[in-house]
């Protein structure tokens, strides 16, 4: 049946059928229990968004590097309010997050910072916080010519008080309207190697933490 709203494998720009409950599924292509799991977070609020096309250049290169993923869209989710009752989706958002050994983190810049989504997002991730003692790696999407550093600089700051381990290097890709190929790749190089490298070192932190947490 049709892998509905929240993890899932990946494809680029699925969407969540409408009247149906939404599920959180494993990547299925990576069945190997053996190697750590990454979880792609996309912060937009919005389906289809080009935060999510970001997210889709990142997801297939944590396989190409050794490790499982699996990939959220925080547009296919309900999610609860600081103080409501935690929705289903939050539910299995939170026991994901904890279960993963890594997270990237990827936001759109709205107004000189990350996006209300992912905020919204790590408040549900429950006390300690899933993103606690875990590797993180940062990746923003934004119009302009800078790119997302604002967001980028400000959502570091938030993990970095959850204790998570913040990788340096986050990529932010600037003038995201133009950013992309036809075929759904990045046009520039440089972006496109720093995001292969940015993969590449969470999943060589991700296994540490995974083999640190099964001693």
């Known amino acids: 049946g049709a892998v509905l709203s929240g993890l899932r494998p990946h494809t680029p720009h699925q969407t969540a059928p409408t009247g149906e409950q939404s599920t959180m599924t494993p990547n299925p292509d990576q069945p190997n229990p053996d190697q750590p799991t990454i979880v792609v977070l996309s912060g937009s609020p919005r389906l289809e968004s080009m935060t999510r096309r970001v997210c889709d250049v990142v997801v297939p290169l944590i396989p190409a590097a050794g490790a499982a993923v699996e990939l959220i869209d925080l547009a296919e989710l309900t999610l609860a309010m600081p103080g409501a009752d935690a929705t289903p989706d939050a539910t299995r958002l939170a026991d994901t997050m904890r279960a993963a050994d890594a997270v990237v983190l990827a936001t759109p810049e709205y107004h000189g910072s990350y ?101």
């Open 115 to 215: 996006s209300a989504a992912i905020k919204q997002a790590i408040e549900n991730l429950g006390h300690p916080s899933g993103l606690t003692g875990k590797p993180v790696a940062l990746v923003g999407a934004a119009a302009g010519r800078i790119g997302a550093v604002k967001a980028l600089e400000h959502l570091r700051s938030v993990c970095a008080h959850l204790g998570s381990h913040v990788l340096p290097g986050a990529v932010s890709v600037a003038n995201v309207g133009d950013a992309f190929a036809e075929d759904g790749s990045l046009k520039e190089d440089l972006t496109r190697d720093m995001m292969a490298t940015l993969a590449s070192t969470l999943v060589d932190q991700a296994r540490s933490a995974a083999e640190a947490r099964a001693v």
